[in-house]
């Protein structure tokens, strides 16, 4: 229990005698600076580690824009992941407010105090008790701050904010000091703290000092443009340590804090020969015969009603019959609409949901800034792992910002995509006034491959048509296909080029029509001298029997006069012989009977 004593104000007393020097040494020759890892994900990214061990931070900014919740994150993470108790002294508010202020982030302070995991402290500040006089210091609040330590073995300790404990100081003198003897109080107890402050006008802090003595300054930012909040993280100094210097985004909601490490990455990122199914077939033969590369980008462009998000959903759908993630980025429909208006053209993701291969993430552009959207992505595609990651429309981010942003934002997700060999389609929306191959984002130069959708107007009829305008790395088809969007998914057909171009629509069917009379016509032709044909060589092959009947015939009646002869001669011979017998010829003088051969006929 707290005594009387010390729920009043601790009295400080100023002694003007004191003057306490502060030397800074140079971390150049230890280049291994010792940090306590936040365990905040994306900070100890930017500052290398975490926060300066044994050292004070300075957490300033303005109100708002999550000072407070920053900190006891800091000590709930160090408490429960790197065995690290803290100690968390508040000058506004009390332990009641702030136990159930991060209830809301998923934190149960109650239960961290009754493990000795962390200690709760608030001290209450009046004005009117605090009097400059002859002999001023912290003491008080040095024991105070010791035995809470002691109590739990406190390696991290917060206080909550630094402008309530001096509220009552206006000599820069006194203050100054006061400041290096508490920043020299932590170094000296080893413990690694966070001091938060208010912003002040023009400076980092109220005051403008405490920046001066801190080793580390973070600074936040809680900005309104056209309406549009973004928080934003910049390290504005980190004695003996290299560490980020850009401006971070993060987010606050109901797991904590999470801070974009990224601006835009560099191009030393893996890639993949891996390649993966558009889910059109058709459209995978004009790609090479096997689709997009993994880990590619792939824009999507072309203008309203053209079959964009359609073409899409085939690729995520082909994606989750494979048994790959998809994460899905809607900024104009919600996931319901999304999921019915496909069932139109036969493609069902409400089964990819169901099977928690899909996610749909459908949101307006303007309800966060840039910044809030890329952490937001940044997050999602960390926690749900997606292998494909889908934006519909990326020219929507405009709205939340100027277009150079937009386009910063876009190469940052690419970059981000990209080094973590994730397969990114991008859809951009073509006004109807700008140049087919155009983005609004300017980001036609980055991306791996480029499908271009359009309405081709022809015969009083607009009809879609694709091709594939690049594609780096595979030899791909120049072709301007046009497809149709059926009950069975995106169908492709078949080129068909007239005098006036590619024909589509009534004018190509007109000339199927044409094509398939010819081929009848052909057709019949063909049939037509076959028979003709037919008909000849029956009446060759008549000709042909008739001939060899004749000749038959003919042979027949050669054999029979032969035989004719012979049986002729034979009679000769037998009525010469009966008349030499009649004569009483003899047989020398050639009347002999002669020998008859046999006919074998």
């Not at 007109?510 to 009379?517: G, I, P």
Request: with cysteine.
């Amino acid at each position: 229990m707290r005594t009387p004593a010390s729920q009043r104000y601790i009295s400080l007393i100023y002694h003007h005698s004191m003057s306490t020097s502060l030397t800074l040494q140079s971390n150049s020759a230890d280049r291994s600076l010792p940090k306590a890892p936040t365990g905040i994900p994306g900070l100890d990214e930017v500052t290398n580690g975490g926060l300066p061990r044994g050292r004070p931070t300075l957490m300033c900014g303005s109100a708002g824009c999550g000072k407070t919740l920053l900190a006891m994150e800091f000590l709930i993470r160090g408490a429960t992941e790197y065995r690290e108790p803290g100690v968390f002294m508040a000058f506004e508010e009390t332990t009641e407010d702030i136990t159930q202020n991060v209830r809301s982030l998923g934190f149960d302070l109650n239960k961290l105090v009754r493990q000795k995991k962390l200690a709760l402290d608030f001290v209450r500040v009046e004005r009117n008790e605090i009097e400059e006089t002859g002999e001023y210091d912290l003491e008080g609040l040095f024991i105070r701050l010791n035995a809470a330590i002691d109590s739990i073995g406190a390696k991290r300790v917060v206080l909550d904010t630094i402008e309530a404990l001096f509220s009552g100081l206006q000599n820069e003198g006194i203050l100054r000091a006061e400041l290096r003897r508490l920043f020299r109080w932590f170094k000296d107890k080893g413990v690694t703290a966070i001091i938060t402050g208010e912003r002040g006008d023009g400076t980092l802090t109220r005051r403008g000092l405490e920046e001066y003595v801190s080793d580390c300054v973070i600074l936040l930012d809680h900005r309104v443009t056209d309406q549009v909040s973004t928080r934003r993280m910049r390290i504005v100094k980190y004695r003996g340590t290299t560490h980020g210097t850009n401006e971070y985004p993060f987010l606050i909601d109901e797991e904590g804090f999470s801070v974009l490490p990224i601006t835009s990455l560099g191009l030393q990122h893996e890639v993949s020969d891996e390649r993966i199914s558009s889910g059109i077939p058709r459209l995978d033969r004009m790609l090479g015969g096997a689709g997009f590369y993994r880990g590619s980008t792939v824009l999507l462009s072309g203008t309203a009603g053209t079959g964009k998000t359609s073409l899409a959903a085939h690729f995520v759908h082909a994606a989750c019959e494979r048994g790959e993630r998809c994460l899905y980025f809607a900024f104009e429909e919600s996931p319901g609409q999304l999921i019915r208006n496909l069932r139109s053209v036969g493609i069902d993701l409400g089964k990819c949901v169901e099977k928690g291969l899909l996610n749909i993430h459908s949101s307006r552009a303007t309800f966060y800034g840039l910044e809030i959207h890329l952490a937001l992505i940044h997050k999602m595609v960390q926690q749900f792992k997606p292998d494909i990651v889908v934006a519909d429309p990326i020219g929507a981010l405009i709205s939340a910002g100027s277009r150079h942003d937009a386009q910063l934002t876009i190469v940052r997700l690419i970059d981000f995509l990209k080094a973590r060999g994730i397969t990114a389609m991008l859809i951009n929306l073509t006004s109807g006034g700008d140049t087919l191959e155009h983005t609004a984002v300017d980001i036609s130069s980055i991306v791996d491959s480029w499908l271009l959708l359009r309405d081709i107007e022809l015969g009083g009829e607009r009809n879609r048509a694709l091709y594939v305008l690049k594609s780096r790395g595979m030899k791909h088809s120049n072709q301007l296909r046009e497809f149709l969007l059926t009950d069975h998914g995106v169908e492709l057909l078949d080129v068909y080029v007239g005098p006036e171009g590619v024909l589509t629509g009534s004018s190509r069917m007109s000339l199927e029509a044409r094509e398939r009379a010819s081929a009848m016509a052909a057709q019949q032709e063909s049939d037509r001298k076959a028979r003709e044909r037919q008909r000849k060589r029956e009446a060759l092959e008549a000709k042909i029997i008739a001939l060899r009947k004749e000749f038959e015939s003919e042979e027949t009646e050669s054999v029979l006069v032969a035989s004719e002869e012979v049986a002729r001669k034979d009679r000769l011979e037998d009525d010469r012989y009966s008349m030499a017998v009649s004569r009483g010829a003899d047989e020398g003088n050639g009347n002999t009977r002669p020998r008859r051969k046999l006919n074998s006929k």
